[in-house]
């Protein structure tokens, strides 16, 4: 069934046509047709990707439950992991669509969130003060549900609302409808989760909604929304979490190309590019990425147990993903993967659900997250006939906003405290060090996978790196540095398993005296050994960039903490020796320290927003490595 009209004559005629989809992606003339079998599989790794030729072999629907497979907590809804097995496929003029598509009303009653404002309001609230406010991480997502009964044909009303997004929306990366029999999903989604071609592997994070009510964005009020610093910081923390899915799926990393204004119908985002080489399979690239920040939080271990205790209800595949995978004409794995949002699932009886949530950070206000969901929500409710559509541009497309010169001007601006080392095209070895090259270095993950770009600064500076989760460390013998890395939670908490693993493994390392470098949660298990207990600070510095001075030298760097460790003087005694400290000179927090064998830092040098971590980890290692040997085991390696 390679034919719109005949597809639909046999929805018309009550005949259920088969499993199919119908995906156009941005600024498309055509629309793909997809058709074959629905089956299930347990695993990613179970997707086929049969080396039969070049084209797409298998559009999955992937359920946020299968964020299981890395371990992390959910709410297990059972929701399967459907796939289409694709026979046959096909390239449909847009127009020859749209004839085809139904332009009728969508009937649908009892339409209701599962969670009401005001109950959605103190849910927001409960994460600032529970979650952000006692250090889990910096953005929580938190959704919420519509639900309705569709009257009349489910399939039918899916396509007419398709053909509306098709006409009323723009600016989606995937507009599309997926039958498999069990179910219905229709959307248009703005947001580009994965993609792989030819090695290239691309991530697309957005952030900030803009809400709007016109045909095209007011000017001067879109400028204000650019230049707001809660819409920047948040763009900035999601950009530094999918840096973070980067260091794990290609060679180098992640290089940062943007940000851009992605105009939509009703709303307008911010966004960047990420694109980076590498060479694994396209299932694993997919498992290593679930889920995306925007769309669950940071650190996103701790997200996946923040969104489970505060949702309480499974997500089905709100914040998953659709993956079409095939093959080039050179016989190289492809990938492309639309996160599902925006998106409606529609059941063979007419229960309809339409999910969306809001991005959580230390600005957020209760009222603007639950106006955020409304807006989010508006394009596919409109298209479902739940809400007014966007107002018709007329004769002429919409001024393209994004092309405007003071636009494109306040966003290149985002970029100017930024790291250059994220920014910039990295050749091999031109950043490395003679001092530190082929020297060893073994990174403990707390359970933030900033880790995974730390490793890619070090490798950088020269070092050969190894990273290691907190609860199986292994043996250190070997290595010349141990880096205790950052991740969530209280460094106080006596009773927490991970606190107890981090600091026996430092008073190891300080009782041995061999160099050790401690960064944000290390750094505050770390000033604590060395009689500086960390304290909550009022406000948390959750994706917060200052300059601040590092033994002598004004640094820009990025924080994520909620706790500090707080001294009155610049040099205070240890059980280690002295320490010297680089405070702050308004409430004494200590941003860095360093003693014999070893030094410590409270922000992310290898954040994006760290502008001078590369020369912060330089000097650090300097003063730890300057032994040009390493050290034999149990022997004291002061450097």
């Known amino acids: 069934m390679t034919r719109p009209h005949h597809l639909l004559a046999a929805v018309a005629d009550g005949v259920d046509p088969g499993p199919f989809a119908l995906v156009r992606r941005e600024g498309a003339d055509h629309v793909a047709l997809y058709t074959g079998p629905v089956r299930v599989a347990d695993r990613l790794a179970d997707l086929p990707l049969p080396d039969a030729g070049p084209g797409p072999a298998t559009l999955a629907l992937v359920p946020y439950r299968q964020i299981t497979e890395r371990g992390f907590d959910c709410v297990d809804d059972g ?17 020859d669509v749209l004839a085809a598509l139904p332009d009728a009303p ?63 929306e723009r600016g989606a990366y995937w507009t599309f409808l997926v039958h498999t029999g069990t179910r219905i999903l229709v959307g248009a989604s703005p947001e580009r989760h994965v993609s792989v071609d030819d090695g290239l592997v691309m991530m697309n994070p957005i952030s900030g909604t803009f809400r709007h009510s016109g ?51 009703h709303l307008a985002h911010t966004e960047y590019l990420l694109a980076g080489r590498g060479s694994k399979d396209v299932r694993e690239v997919l498992r290593e990425t679930m889920f995306a920040p925007t769309v669950t939080g940071s650190p996103m271990q701790n997200a996946c147990r923040v969104i489970a205790r505060h949702e309480r209800t499974g997500r089905r595949y709100y914040s998953g993903v659709l993956a079409l995978l095939g093959r080039d004409a050179e016989g190289r794995q492809t990938l492309d993967a639309p996160i599902l949002i925006r998106t409606a699932e529609i059941s063979p009886t007419g229960q309809l659900r339409v999910s969306v949530g809001a991005t959580l950070v230390r ?34 497309p919409p001024v393209r906003l994004a092309d405007d010169p003071e636009v494109r001007a306040v966003l290149a601006a985002r970029n100017a405290p930024l790291a250059r080392f994220w920014l910039d095209q990295r050749l091999p070895g031109a950043t490395a060090l003679p001092g530190l090259t082929g020297r060893r270095v073994l990174v403990v993950d707390g359970e933030d996978t900033f880790t995974g770009m730390l490793a890619h600064q070090l490798g950088a500076l020269g070092l050969l790196v190894d990273v290691r989760p907190w609860h199986a460390p292994g043996p250190q013998d070997g290595y010349d540095l141990v880096v205790v890395g950052p991740g969530p939670g209280d460094p106080g908490a006596v009773d927490d398993p991970k606190m107890a693993v981090l600091r026996g493994l430092l008073t190891g390392r300080l009782d041995a005296g061999r160099p050790t470098l401690a960064v944000c949660l290390g750094h505050q298990l770390l000033a604590g050994l060395l009689g500086l207990p960390p304290h909550r600070r009022d406000a948390p510095y959750q994706g917060l960039q200052r300059q601040v001075p590092v033994f002598g030298v004004p640094r820009r760097v990025g924080f994520y903490s909620t706790f500090t460790a707080r001294a009155a003087s610049d040099r205070v005694g240890s059980p280690y020796g002295p320490v010297e400290l680089s405070r702050d000179p308004g409430d004494g927090s200590v941003h860095a320290l360093r003693g014999a064998g070893f030094a410590g830092v409270q922000f992310h040098p290898e954040s994006v927003l760290s502008r001078d971590g590369m020369a912060v980890l330089a000097d650090l290692l300097g003063h730890l490595l300057a032994h040009p040997a390493l050290a034999a085991p149990g022997t004291p390696g002061r450097g």
């Open 79 to 95: 929701t399967p992991l459907e796939y289409l097995a694709v026979d046959a496929h096909a390239e449909l003029p847009l127009a």
């Open 106 to 168: 969508v009937v649908t009653t009892d339409a209701a969130f599962d969670v009401d404002d005001a109950a959605y309001a103190r849910t927001v609230e409960r994460v600032l003060a529970e979650e952000i406010g006692r250090g889990e991480g910096a953005n929580f997502v938190v959704h919420r549900t519509l639900r309705a009964t569709v009257q009349g044909s489910p399939l039918g009303a899916a396509l007419a609302a398709l053909r509306r997004l098709l006409v009323h």
């Open 215 to 265: 045909a095209a964005a007011d000017r001067d009020a879109l400028l204000r929304f650019l230049r707001d610093p809660k819409e920047v910081e948040e763009l900035y923390m999601v950009l530094d979490e999918e840096l973070k899915m980067m260091a794990t799926v290609a060679t180098h990393g992640g290089q940062v190309v943007g940000p851009y204004l992605k105009e939509m119908a």
């Open 363 to 396: 600005h957020s206000t209760a009222a603007g997250e639950v106006a955020e969901t409304h807006a989010k929500a508006a394009g596919v409710l409109a298209a479902l006939g739940l809400g007014p559509q966007a107002p018709a541009t007329g004769p002429h």
